[in-house]
């Protein structure tokens, strides 16, 4: 029992009354009801000398699997009577009898309160880090070394009291090495605090009113969606199938559904859509992936998708899709039917998945269609499609400038052009960028795209989905459709006519881009930033030249809000402050 707990806690308090010597060895110890962390080689050695009434200190070091850098030396006073049999000639402990309380909290074995010594540590953590599912890892960390405190988003950062045991707080200290994905901290202060009494538990706190001034905050950019939330929605069982709007803690909208900081879902697009029970149990579960994910939703309760344009196109769409034998199916008409009435949609307005199908039918037929995405709306047509090219180029006045095309796959992507190592890293990233690349010719591949996409160039610009709702285009199957239904390569341009910025709202696309679209791909989460795609060169290299260094033509979504990093200088000067800005028609800043 005393192993385990060593293997479990870390330390031991004790008092030894006329032992000389102890050693205490335990390999690959699993403590009960502990994680796979808690596989443990522990070691304690103790040299007694004085009075054995005295108490002794004595070191334990602990190594844990699963975790880095967690070996460490740990001093431990002792306050508990341990009385026994020992072999000197192997130095093994052959029977212990331990008196003292122990108190379980958390999976974990502690010593009880009143015999430990505790302090309270206050961090104020600045960078990236609201939006990330910094909180809900703070709050895991902490929980499992069974501190009590709290964390919560303010102005000047992330707050986080812990307090507790000095060893488990020296653990936690570590928490740097072990940030989500998505966080970039760009500072860190610790300093000490007197402890709470009769704190019992660890907490989130929410953002408190008035505290929405800030700027040592950075909002994450938005990121693609992860493995886990397309496999939810390429799940028939799941209650997220084919949900264009799924994101957790590890993905999804930030930047472009936050109005203000501190990050929170009241001041962003989301607060406007309550969360329904089962959305609301996962914000608040601790093991779940959404845990405190701002944007949780689901078809019962987060936005909508609709397809709006003339009625006499969606009925020739709906045709050629009954022709092949579909259905439109809508699981959630009342809700669609709810909305539909609250925006005053006209009544031939198609909602839910069923508005993917058609809109991938009337591509197919050449249409064009305004596709509200991410950070704005994008002008959609058929990329192998040469006439809707043209008909495109002539309504945006867009002759020679190169259109960007997206592709569902790498592997799609390697059929139109040559992906080398570097851009297939660039497109396969969160970021999700536009990927300039060299365009595969008609005599390199039977799937070249026609030449009016890049007339002027040997390149193409590529992206893969960076949304649920693109993931849609190329997975037909997961809107109730068929995977042969989806077309290999979209154009996705910018959704505004020449010389004025992107459209980010229903009404002004429908006004400004009524001459460019025949139809509307819509939906009803605001954007509130405006984000064009980022447009890079990858770092490729041959064996006759040395490799280029990435370049960025654009930097926008993905990458955005997020600072360059600039080296380190030894000293900084008044000069090396500079504020610049432009340009004519889009705004760019940059402050060092």
Known sequence: ???????????????????????????????????????????????????????????????????????????????????????????????????????RRRRRLY??????????????????????????????????????????NTSEGVRIEVQGEEAALENFASFPERVPPLARIASLERREAGVVENESEFRIHESLDGEHRGHSVLVSPDVA??????????????????????????CGPRYTITRSIPYDRPVTSMACFPMCAPCAEEYHDPADRRFHAQPNACPDCGPV?????????????????????????????????????????????????????????????????????????????????????????????????????????????????????????????????????????????????????????????????????????FHPEWAGGRREDALPALVMTSGNPHGAPLCLGNREAKARLSSMADLFLCHDRDILVRVDDSVMFSAESAPDRPAAPKLMVRRARGFVPEPVRLPERPFVEAGDSVFAAGAELKHTFCLT
Request: contains cysteine.
């Open 225 to 250: 969606p992860c493995d886990a939330c397309l496999a939810d929605m390429a799940d028939p069982g799941n209650r997220r199938f084919g949900y264009a709007f799924t994101n957790c803690t590890n």
């Open 305 to 473: 998708l609709w397809l709006d344009g003339d009625p006499a196109r969606l009925r020739e769409a709906e045709s050629a899709l009954f022709a092949r034998g579909a259905a439109l199916d809508d699981a959630h008409e009342a809700l669609h039917a709810e909305r539909k009435k609250r925006y005053g949609l006209p009544e031939h307005v198609v909602m839910g998945n069923a508005a993917v199908l058609l809109l991938l039918t009337a591509l197919r037929q050449g249409r064009i269609a305004a596709v509200r995405g991410l950070g704005g709306f994008h002008l959609v047509c058929d990329a192998r499609n040469a006439d809707a090219v043209a008909e495109l180029r002539r309504r945006k006045a867009r002759p020679h400038k190169a259109l960007a095309v997206m592709t569902a796959d790498l592997d799609a992507a390697g059929r139109v052009a040559v992906i080398g190592e570097g851009a297939a890293k660039l497109l396969c990233s969160p970021r999700r960028p536009i990927v300039i690349c060299p365009r595969k010719t008609a005599d390199e591949s039977r799937d070249a795209l026609p030449d009016l996409l890049a007339p002027d160039t040997a390149s193409i610009g590529l992206m893969l989905p960076s949304t649920p709702l693109h993931h849609l285009l």
């Open 1 to 103: 029992g005393l192993v385990q707990h060593l293997a479990e806690s870390a330390f031991l308090q004790l008092e030894f009354r006329h032992v000389p010597f102890l050693d205490i060895s335990a390999r690959k110890i699993r403590g009960q009801r502990t994680n796979s962390r808690a596989a443990a080689a522990v070691r304690a050695n103790l040299d007694m000398e004085g009075s054995p009434e005295e108490s002794a200190i004595f070191i334990a070091s602990v190594e844990m699997k699963g975790r880095k850098n967690l070996s460490r030396q740990l001093p431990v006073r002792t306050s508990y009577g341990i009385a026994g049999a020992f072999s000197r000639k192997n130095a093994v402990l052959s029977r212990l009898l331990v008196r003292g309380a122990f108190l």
């Open 111 to 152: 010593c009880a309160p009143e015999d430990c010594m505790r302090a309270r540590h206050i961090y104020t953590v600045t960078g990236q880090v609201q939006g990330v599912g910094f909180r809900p890892f703070i709050y895991r960390e902490a929980s499992q070394l069974g501190l009590t405190g709290s964390v919560g």
